[in-house]
C-alpha cells in the first residue's frame, strides 16, 4: 500500500528534511475531512494511490514538475493493454467515459 510505503520512507527521510513530517501529517489531515465528508461518502470517493506518492517522490528528490510524468509511466501498461482489448474487438466499440462533466 502506497499509504504505508510513504509512512517508512518519510520516517527514514525525515531527518533530512523535517517538512516531509508536515506534509505527511497534513495528507493525513486531509484524507481524514475527506472520508467524513459527505459529498466524498455519498459518491464513495477516496483520496488515491497519487495522494501519497507525491510525498514519497518528495523524499526521493523528485522535483514536483515531474509528478505526472511518473504518474503516467506507472499507468502506461494499463493504457496500452486497454487499447489493445479494443483493438482486438471485432465489435470495434466506441469507449466513452462514463460520467457526465457538468461544469462544475
Not at 8 to 26: K, S, W, Y
Request: charged share 25%; proline share 5%; aromatic share 10%.
Amino acid at each position: 500500500q502506497m499509504k504505508i510505503m510513504c509512512h517508512n520512507v518519510v520516517a527514514i527521510c525525515e531527518q533530512e528534511d523535517p517538512e516531509l513530517r508536515t506534509l505527511l501529517e497534513l495528507a493525513m489531515e486531509l484524507e481524514k475531512i475527506a472520508c467524513a465528508d459527505e459529498y466524498f461518502i455519498k459518491r464513495g470517493l477516496f483520496p488515491n494511490v497519487d495522494f501519497y506518492s507525491g510525498i514519497t517522490l518528495t523524499a526521493m528528490g523528485i522535483p514536483t514538475e515531474m509528478f505526472t510524468v511518473l504518474f503516467a509511466v506507472g499507468r502506461s501498461a494499463g493504457w496500452i493493454a486497454q487499447w489493445k482489448e479494443s483493438i482486438d474487438d471485432p465489435i470495434r466499440k466506441i469507449y466513452r467515459p462514463r460520467q457526465l462533466y457538468k461544469g462544475e
